[in-house]
């Protein structure tokens, strides 16, 4: 890893806030988003970009911005790896992550710490975002309070249960998380390629008393379905196994409302692992499933999965105890 040579924007570091980057080939829009970024406001007064082993132009553009940001270098290990690098050398209380392809508007981390100093409880704090489909050139607002009520809320929201609703589906730059949370939950998971950001979200509310929302829209996630590293992950039948086992691990810990949501991801999985025919991994994650959730909260499957799978672990048992 290598830093390059760089001076800090010259303001007080401390209780702010310290925008995280990790870059990995977007030559074609970096130079926006440092431009934009430098322009949100006196906030954030640390901005860490980090460089997940471009091979096209990307950390040269980055360089023209030295003067601005600190500058990291890793060989490819993906973007969580890159974000937890961030983490590390960040200087400041509350840490922001951006992909290097979003904006955020100006006042987002201002509005960061507004909603710390009315609710003072609150480690993990969310803005509303808007997603932009660069295929289809529409954009659509999530205003998050909605997620919580069937009405959209004016007024900023502080609460405590747990909500899957609100965490799926998040936009990287539209969180702000304490370092120190950050820190003892575990950071980002580095063998997750996707979901990495509802799964460090899960960790992060567990860590925390409550969070606040609020209903600006004060962030701007770019969806681009054509990103090949995502599609590429995101049909990785290792990865949705992984995640899956991952929301298994944490259901002891969930409120009995948010169950569903796991089990729903568990069925998806197993579904998918019969369409392709993968019948041992299935029965596995089938049988992890039913002592962990138990058999109600699998009723979705079908039938043949449910006896295919039971087969199967007869069937190594039966082998265990021949051996």
């Not at 290792?238 to 568990?266: F, G, T």
Request: hydrophobic share 35%; charged share 30%; with cysteine.
């Amino acid at each position: 890893m290598t830093k390059s040579k760089c001076t800090e924007r010259q303001m007080p570091l401390g209780s702010a806030v310290s925008i995280i980057i990790p870059l990995f080939n977007k030559e074609d829009t970096i130079r926006k988003t440092l431009t934009q970024v430098l322009k949100v406001g006196p906030y954030p007064n640390e901005i860490i970009v980090v460089d997940d082993g471009s091979t096209d132009q990307s950390y040269k553009i980055a360089q023209e911005f030295s003067e601005n940001i600190s500058l990291y270098r890793q060989t490819n290990k993906g973007p969580s790896s890159a974000r937890n690098l961030g983490a590390k050398h960040a200087r400041n209380k509350h840490l922001v992550f951006l992909d290097a392809d979003d904006e955020l508007v100006e006042g987002v981390c201002e509005e960061h710490l507004r909603l710390r100093e009315l609710f003072p409880k609150s480690r993990l704090t969310y803005v509303s975002f808007e997603i932009y489909d660069v295929l289809k050139d529409v954009s659509e607002e999530q205003i998050l309070t909605s997620r919580l009520d069937s009405y959209e809320s004016q007024e900023p929201r502080e609460f405590s249960r747990f909500n899957f609703k609100l965490i799926e589906n998040i936009a990287a730059g539209s969180f702000c998380i304490d370092k120190d949370i950050f820190l003892k939950s575990g950071g980002f998971d580095e063998n997750l390629k996707i979901w990495e950001i509802t799964d460090s979200l899960i960790r992060f509310r567990l860590h925390t008393k409550s969070q606040a929302i609020s209903p600006k829209v004060l962030c701007r996630k770019n969806n681009d379905s054509r990103n090949s590293q995502f599609c590429r992950f995101q049909k990785n039948i290792d990865q949705h196994i992984y995640y899956s086992r991952k929301l298994l691990s944490y259901a002891d810990l969930l409120p009995n409302s948010e169950i569903r949501r796991v089990s729903l991801e568990v069925i998806y999985c197993l579904n998918k692992l019969w369409i392709e025919r993968n019948i041992l991994k299935m029965s596995e994650l089938y049988s992890d499933a039913y002592k962990t959730l138990g058999p109600n909260a699998l009723r979705g499957l079908s039938l043949k999965i449910r006896v295919t799978s039971a087969i199967m672990l007869n069937i190594k048992k039966f082998a265990r105890n021949q051996s």
